[in-house]
């Protein structure tokens, strides 16, 4: 299983952004995104849950940022609105395979790579 993030980028206070994840091999419903702002530990955003029928969200970011998956296409998305500089990290989409998924890093078996999100003010 693989999954790669892209979508990153430099953007102003208040814009919004989408960053897409593609996923390489089977990984059931659970997958989501996790940030890491600088000089900070990695931090839960957005993910769904193992049925795919429910959404964890961080407490202070729901209502700006959203996800969203295309089965198909093997892709999931994060859109994010209304960015603040407090927003700038490296976004990660991650998938938790046969751990379930959750709002914990542990709780996930597989990462992609970041993209970096740097809004500016």
């Known amino acids: 299983v693989q999954l790669q993030a892209s979508g990153g980028g430099v953007v102003e206070v208040g814009d919004s952004l989408t960053l897409s994840c593609v996923i390489y091999?089977?990984?059931?419903?659970?997958v989501g995104w996790f940030r890491r702002a600088p000089g900070a530990e990695r931090e839960f955003v957005i993910a769904?849950?193992?049925?795919?029928?429910?959404?964890y969200y961080a407490h202070d970011l729901e209502g700006r940022f959203t996800i969203s998956r295309h089965i198909a296409k093997n892709m999931v998305y994060l859109r994010m609105n209304n960015l603040k500089p407090e927003d700038t990290g490296v976004y990660y989409c991650?998938?938790?395979?046969?751990?379930?998924?959750?709002?914990?890093?542990?709780?996930?078996?597989?990462w992609g790579r970041g993209t970096q999100v740097t809004v500016s003010s």
């Open positions: 991650a998938a938790a395979g046969s751990r379930g998924g959750g709002m914990e890093e542990d709780d996930y078996e597989y």
């Open positions: 091999g089977e990984i059931g419903y659970a």
């Open positions: 769904y849950n193992r049925n795919g029928d429910g959404i």
